[in-house]
């Protein structure tokens, strides 16, 4: 008997220590499986309503989720699920609602959080406080907090519109939602630039035909007045010829029985991955009419005859200082100079039809010089450039070359209108080799071969460009085999926001081509810098900042210092871009000083566009010459515009005053313009535009108002594909009347009744993607197999793009538990498996169990479970069921997902032993009524898994006792189950009781009972 006693005191003292209960005896032993267990004696936690249910939409600021939750309204307040909630904004806190408990951490690791509703407390960044009690609620789905209290929990404010039935969270910080789908959209954006922002749709190469219709852009134009009388016809064109990429422009000009005719062609291949000619790896080459860049320190731009072979990267650029922005355009347009979006110059393209800025300045990274072309009819197109400077002069142990021979002033069909050096019958011959050492290392040789002075000099030089922390460098080394060197060291870097350029060139007897204005230049020195000086009205202001000294010897001037300054910025609508130079030289008798400035200012109002430039001399203080231009776009069909110029300087020339009236109609536009000139008289004219090509596919001339030339057209053709091969047959069905997406000009195209649509302005040796409209198709379940295509272009191309759609189905149902009376379960993550068992689509059911999937083409999947996504693994996997979407498509009621609980938890049964009065008291027995002592039975329960729920006690069979379930409660203590009476006492099960639950609690947790 002592020895029992000793025994069952010892269970209690050690049960106490080590925390495995926190109450009497009795109140260990009444441990129910439900939330009442866990929690205090008194519960302060609110009671949910289930009339009071709400399903929300849940949106942060003004952008929706896609996602709602169920909530409850508690008087004026709702309560809100916590653990929801955080899946939604993608906080890391975990809720165990079977516990009560929530823990993880907002935002940030250090930022910790736990809630302890057993223990009635909360736990921020290691602060320990009670519960405020009446602020949350519990059942066995979620823990329910008050939204005020919400607040104070999270960074963030909550909003509800109970009408709408929505939820608005204006998070008081970046939210990890918000987080995620900013970096999603500058991911996004970063892909769309470096041309994989579609890499899921099929690529396309435009192939290089024998031969194909040009596309056309033609213009004439007929001006007649009392003293001249005009004509005027401008051609280019680009087409396939011969496996080439082909273009050709013509211009004539009559005037009072003068004519001119202009004229020049070229040809060649690109092709960004280097494959071109077999072992030459090239990535482009041409022939014919060409124009080439500056060579540093040896030879100044050319046009003329040539031909040019490389594989250097088509983005590749060599400039360091300045470039040159050049193009073709029809005569008479405007071609305005955007640099990194500051408008820099503008210019009125004359009869040779190209436009060149010369000495454009050039930083650090990425330039982008957006050149827009303005027709006298109130066309616009853009032209873009990018110049990117970099260590990386050529990739890492990769020798590029480019080797060209151009005839200087020559041509192919006719001689250029403007030249570049006297001797027009001379060749030159340039070979350009680059090799990167590392990544910031790289070199450049250049041999060059020309006519200079009567005779043909050969020249060379060796560059270095190098990388020295935020310093780029470039040193170059210039030798003529006939006499005399030269050295030039440039320097760039970016300092406080600012790009500083540095450059300091030195001759000794040195005489090139690229110098030849200057043939005794001594020594050169320039600084510039650039940048912005601040911003007004979130715009910013731009600035350019330069000065040139000039040495020279042996030649009347002595010296030459230059200072050019530009400033430009964006101001409500208005571009404004103002640049001045000032000019002194120095000569052995005299000097001279000189500064003029240019004024540019662009905008639009509304419907009209207004431009205007002012250039003035300084010393003697006089305007030189005020021009302006509006354009007024009445509507798509009908635009006016108008254009007058104001010399202030006799000497200077004429002023005159213009004004087009232009109407578009879809096949061509048609213009009237009047001009008037001082001291000519008044004169009228006549222009007819238009652009024309054939599709190859269709055979059917098209002809419209948008240009064609310089460009690539897609021939787009759509279909039902009826047995599914992806290839049109005599089976399919043609589609007409849908449309497509990602270029303005294809806004109101759409597929004739062959399912046939022309998409002209296609950019060229880059990727462009042609989207299908999914709005024009007028069936749901008619889905594309892919909703676009990638398409990499060559000037004049025509690419033959399918668009194949497809009859799918879609099937919805609901995720079910087994357990509940078909309860639903919500966020079970659900896939579609093919039938290789790939997975085809993924969701997750929604707050109500409901599944949705859609664009199924026809076939045969499963519908699976994803394992990791099942609710808090309470569940088994269920197999994966089958479905068939038939080849019709259609909508399917899919199977509903049923799931099975896991084997209920075997727990223990509350009993009570009847024993001697005396074990308990510890005196000599009484005589009365035994009392009952609770004694918890040893039962089946698994390691680690909670005893959270009612059972009614049963009977328990206990060695050596007879053992039966009490017929009612203890009325002193309700909170108490049924109990069960155990007669007498064993101490080998109470032994074994004991050591269990010493286990069962935790104390070795992962070590088996030896």
């Not at 001082?678 to 009228?684: K, M, R, V, Y």
């Not at 042609?770 to 909703?787: E, G, N, Q, W």
């Not at 295509?789 to 194949?804: A, M, W």
Request: hydrophobic content about 40%; some cysteine; charged content about 20%.
């Amino acid at each position: 008997m002592i020895n029992r006693l000793a025994v069952l005191f010892g269970a209690f003292f050690v049960l106490l220590f080590t925390g495995a209960i926190q109450a009497p005896v009795a109140a260990f032993a009444v441990q129910q499986v439900s939330r009442e267990s866990v929690l205090p004696a008194e519960d302060q936690t609110l009671s949910i309503d289930e009339e009071a249910l709400l399903v929300l939409e849940v949106r942060i600021d003004k952008k929706g989720t896609g996602q709602g939750l169920i909530a409850y309204q508690h008087e004026d307040d709702v309560l809100l699920p916590l653990g929801a909630l955080c899946t939604i904004l993608e906080l890391a806190i975990m809720v165990d609602s079977d516990q009560g408990t929530a823990q993880g951490w907002i935002i940030d690791e250090e930022r910790t959080f736990e809630l302890n509703l057993p223990a009635q407390t909360i736990s921020r960044n290691g602060n320990l406080m009670p519960l405020t009690p009446g602020t949350v609620a519990w059942d066995h789905d979620d823990i329910y907090v008050l939204t005020d209290v919400l607040e104070s929990w999270l960074p963030l404010d909550l909003k509800f519109n109970l009408q709408r039935m929505n939820l608005v969270i204006i998070p008081r910080e970046a939210l990890p939602f918000q987080s995620r789908l900013k970096r999603d959209e500058q991911r996004a954006l970063w892909l769309l630039t470096k041309g994989k922002g579609t890499m899921n749709y099929p690529i396309q190469l435009a192939p290089y035909r024998l031969w194909s219709w040009p596309l056309v852009d033609a213009t004439m134009g007929f001006n007649g007045g009392r003293q001249t009388n005009s004509r005027r016809l401008a051609l280019t064109s680009n087409f396939d010829l011969g496996g080439l990429s082909s273009n050709l422009f013509l211009s004539h000009m009559a005037s009072n029985g003068n004519s001119h005719t202009n004229a020049r062609f070229k040809a060649g291949r690109w092709n960004r991955e280097g494959t071109l000619l077999g072992p030459a790896g090239a990535t482009h080459y041409e022939f014919g009419d060409l124009y080439f860049s500056r060579v540093p320190l040896i030879s100044a731009s050319k046009q003329g005859l040539g031909a040019m072979i490389s594989n250097q990267s088509l983005n590749h650029s060599r400039e360091f200082n300045t470039t040159d922005v050049q193009g073709d355009a029809l005569p008479g347009w405007e071609a305005e100079l955007y640099i990194n979006g500051s408008l820099y110059d503008f210019q009125i393209v004359g009869e040779s039809g190209q436009f060149l800025f010369t000495g454009v300045p050039l930083i650090m990274g990425n330039n982008t010089f957006r050149t827009i072309l303005r027709g006298p009819r109130g066309e616009t197109r853009e032209v873009v450039r990018n110049a990117n400077l970099s260590p990386e002069m050529a990739d890492v142990g990769q020798l590029k070359y480019k080797a060209t021979i151009i005839k200087d002033g020559g041509g192919l069909l006719s001689d250029p209108l403007t030249r570049t050096t006297n001797y027009p019958s001379a060749w030159s011959q340039q070979l350009e080799l680059a090799y990167a050492l590392t990544s910031s290392h790289a070199l450049v040789s250049n041999f060059s071969r020309m006519r200079l002075d009567d005779k043909t000099g050969t020249f060379g030089s060796m560059t270095s460009h190098n990388s020295l922390g935020r310093i780029y460098l470039e040193t170059i080394l210039a030798k003529s085999l006939r006499s005399g060197a030269s050295m030039s060291v440039g320097a760039r870097t970016r300092l406080a926001g600012q790009n500083l350029f540095a450059l300091y060139n030195l001759n000794d007897e040195y005489v090139a081509e690229a110098i030849y204005a200057q043939s005794y230049l001594e020594r050169e020195t320039v600084l510039r810098s650039s940048g912005t000086l601040a911003h007004l009205a979130d715009r910013p202001l731009s600035y350019t900042l330069g000065a040139t000294n000039k040495l020279f010897q042996g030649r009347d001037v002595q010296q030459e210092n230059k200072i050019k300054f530009s400033l430009a910025t964006s101001l409500n609508g208005f571009h404004l871009s103002h640049n001045a130079q000032y000019i002194q030289r120095e000569f052995l008798a005299s000097k001279e000083r000189s500064t003029r400035g240019t004024q540019l200012l662009r905008t639009q109002i509304g419907p009209i566009s207004y431009g205007a430039e002012v250039t003035y001399q300084v010393d003697p203080m006089r305007f030189r010459s005020s021009s302006s231009t509006i354009n007024w776009y009445r509507n798509a069909r009908v635009q006016l515009s108008s254009r007058a110029m104001h010399y202030w300087h006799a000497n200077l020339g004429t002023d005159h005053l213009s004004a087009d009236l232009t109407v578009f109609l879809d096949q061509m536009s048609l213009g009237a313009k009047y001009s008037y000139f001082e001291g000519n008289g008044s004169a009228f004219g006549l222009t007819l535009g238009t652009s024309l090509t054939r599709d190859n596919r269709s055979s059917s001339w098209i002809a419209q108002n948008q240009r064609l030339a310089n460009r690539a057209v897609a021939s787009v053709r759509a279909f039902i594909d009826l047995n599914n091969n992806n290839t049109f047959d005599g089976s399919d069905e043609p589609l007409p009347g849908l449309g497509f997406r990602n270029l303005s000009v294809w806004r109101n195209i759409r597929t004739n009744e062959d399912g046939i649509a022309l998409l002209p302005g296609l950019m060229v040796n880059t990727t462009q993607t042609i989207k299908l409209d999914i709005s024009t198709v007028s069936d749901p379940y008619l889905v594309p197999s892919s909703m676009g295509v990638n398409v990499v272009s060559h000037p004049g191309s025509f690419t033959d793009v399918e668009f194949p759609l497809t009859y799918v189905g879609e099937i919805e149902g609901m995720v079910l538990d087994v357990g509940g009376e078909g309860d639903p379960v919500r966020y079970v993550g659900l896939e579609i498996l093919d039938g290789e068992g790939n997975r085809v689509q993924s969701t997750v059911a929604e707050f109500d169990g409901y599944y949705y999937f859609s664009n199924l083409f026809p076939g045969d999947y499963k519908l699976a479970v994803i394992a990791f996504n099942l609710n808090a693994n309470r569940f088994e996997l269920p197999e994966p069921v089958p479905f068939t979407v038939p080849p019709m498509g259609g909508f399917i009621e899919g199977p509903d997902i049923i799931l099975k609980r896991k084997e209920p938890l075997k727990v223990r049964r509350p009993i009570i032993a009847s024993v001697q009065p005396e074990i308990i008291r510890g005196k000599e027995p009484e005589k009365e009524t035994p009392k009952e002592a609770p004694i918890v039975a040893a039962a089946e329960l698994s390691p680690g898994l909670p005893t959270a729920q009612k059972s009614p006690v049963e009977k328990a069979t206990v060695p050596g006792s007879a053992v039966t379930a009490a017929a009612s409660s203890d009325p002193q203590n309700p909170s108490l189950p049924d109990l069960v009476e155990v007669p007498g006492f064993d101490e080998e099960l109470t032994l074994s009781l004991i050591f269990e639950i010493l286990y069962r609690n935790s104390l070795w947790p992962d070590e088996p009972i030896q």
